[in-house]
């Protein structure tokens, strides 16, 4: 067998990060994982369910001593930041630590839709992140994923509650007028992508979108109805709306900076106008801002599109609710 290339991962079992385990185990390289926990979270039943599966699970604090983490990561090949919101700047910690103790590779918390600076403060986060490890001259890779394609169904309920399941009311609307271009990826291609993108050496010191789809959000309700055979409602949010929205939201944040309802409607206005008025989450404007093309670089993968989203979460729905009338 091949040697392994270690990998740790901080937050291997949070939303993303269990993702992107699925994907290391699954995959056909040799990957060895290892689990970076908090000490209170060290027996959890999820970091049980990640040793049953052959994952190495560690303490480790991001928050700690630096030279703590130095030590963990001696001998680590690709160290994953797989963070939430509120921990992303954690992660300038981390890369100093991955510095000093010689990783090879270092993934932040992108995993996101691919934009510039001064449009979406957790984009702006992540490029600070990114500044970071250039100074450092920290070997990267940056992974974005475009839209999670389960996410965009919010936009087009259906009334017979077959996709109620992954219903987010926060995604209930259609930016604009639904007809700008955005990349989708499934939840289940995120981590078998990332697992193809950590294998490659081309990818060393690259930016990558990952994506299945482009299409727009008036395409994406097309598809819920043609395969489901139901009419839905759709509510466009409008240009003046969603600014209007934005600049509610970072008043109240101002008066408030611990207002987390605020800073959420805040984030979301912010990536409403990114990829649903500006176009910014698409694979030309990634090119354009120094992306590779992951369709480009491996032309043989092909991953669930979103006609086979819609088809499987119907599915499922049926399954949870063998009582919906349809």
């Known amino acids: 067998m091949d040697t392994p290339i270690k990998v740790a991962i901080f937050g291997g079992t949070g939303q993303t990060g269990s993702l992107i385990v699925d994907g290391l185990l699954a995959s056909s390289t040799n990957f060895e994982i290892f689990n970076m926990t908090r000490e209170s979270s060290f027996h959890s039943a999820s970091n049980e369910k990640l040793r049953a599966r052959g994952v190495n699970v560690i303490k480790a604090d991001t928050k700690g001593a630096i030279q703590d983490l130095v030590e963990l990561l001696q001998g680590i090949d690709i160290v994953i930041a797989a963070l939430h919101f509120n921990a992303l700047l954690d992660q300038v910690t981390l890369a100093r630590a991955a510095k000093e103790a010689g990783v090879g590779r270092f993934v932040p918390c992108n995993f996101g839709t691919p934009g510039i600076r001064g449009i979406n403060l957790t984009n702006d986060l992540k490029l600070d992140v990114l500044d970071e490890i250039l100074t450092l001259h920290l070997p990267y890779t ?174 499922e729905g049926l399954k949870a609710n063998s009582g919906i009338i349809h």
């Open 142 to 315: 940056v992974i974005d994923v475009g839209w999670w394609s389960q996410e965009a169904l919010s936009a087009a309920p259906l009334p017979s509650g077959r996709t109620s399941h992954w219903f987010l009311e926060r995604m209930r609307i259609i930016p604009g007028d639904g007809n700008i271009k955005c990349a989708f990826t499934s939840t289940a291609d995120i981590g078998p992508y990332i697992a193809r993108v950590l294998a490659d050496p081309r990818t060393l010191n690259q930016k990558i979108l990952c994506y299945t789809d482009v299409l727009t959000y008036n395409e994406v309700v097309d598809i819920i109805e043609e395969e489901s055979g139901e009419k839905t409602q759709k509510i466009y949010k409008s240009t003046e709306k969603i600014f209007e929205d934005l600049a509610a939201g970072k008043a109240a944040l101002e008066a408030n900076p611990g207002d987390w309802e605020a800073k959420f409607k805040v984030i979301m206005n912010q990536y409403y106008n990114s990829y649903g008025l500006r176009g910014d989450n698409t694979p030309q404007i990634a090119k354009y801002l120094g992306y590779l093309d992951f369709q480009e670089l491996y032309p043989d993968v092909k991953g669930e599109t979103m006609r086979m989203v819609v088809q499987n979460i119907m599915q």
